[in-house]
């Protein structure tokens, strides 16, 4: 019996220590909706070749990290632009960023938009990044879940996919200023 107890305070002590509780929470900004396990950190970046601003929410959790960005690009360019040009090229500024190697891209959509939803593995090896990204002229999304590289795309990931939505309009359509969704 005393082997028990000590094992259960062991156990305790080094979850009290090491183990923080998700506190997901419904977070709302710049015509999106998404479900977070904490309160976001706010940024943002200007690109100095483009003059294009990078706005990042993201929440850190242990050995996780939940982000959500986008930008907006100058509605002269979006007219030029097509949805798999954008996300392509997103695609391989993603994977030139981490300096890594793509494991895994497939198509997606989310209320008639087109997106890609694709793994990167770090070329240290030691982290997978999930990302799923969205056209929604002049506004391209990213959300990107990070873990240890051998974790599984896990249930709190799939949930923070899959509540991310633009916040509609009394028309139904998305409300940010939107061009053709066929785009």
């Known amino acids: 019996m005393k082997k028990k107890l000590v094992f259960v305070v062991i156990a305790v002590t080094v979850c ?3 183990c923080r509780t998700k506190h997901w929470q419904t977070f709302s900004e710049q015509q999106f909706t998404v479900t977070m ?6 940024d943002q970046e200007v690109d100095p070749t483009d003059g294009i601003t990078t706005y990042t929410y993201s929440v850190d959790f242990n050995k996780e990290g939940y982000s959500v960005c986008y930008n907006d690009y100058p509605a002269a ?16 500024r ?33 982290e997978v990044v999930t990302y799923r990204i969205y056209w929604v002229p002049p506004r391209l999304y990213h959300l990107i879940y990070s873990r240890p590289k051998g974790a599984p795309l896990s249930a709190d990931a799939k949930r923070f ?12 359509g998305p409300d940010v200023p939107v061009a053709d969704p066929a785009q």
């Open 16 to 18: 009290l220590s090491g």
């Open 37 to 42: 396990p904490g309160t976001p950190k706010e």
């Open 77 to 92: 360019d979006v007219e030029t632009m097509n949805a798999e040009e954008v996300l392509d090229g997103s695609r391989d």
């Open 94 to 126: 993603d994977l030139a960023d981490l300096n890594g190697t793509l494991m895994q891209e497939g198509a997606i959509t989310l209320a008639g938009y087109a997106g890609k939803e694709f793994d990167i593995v770090s070329i240290e090896g030691d």
């Open 161 to 172: 996919f899959d509540s991310f939505s633009f916040q509609k309009t009394s028309n139904g």
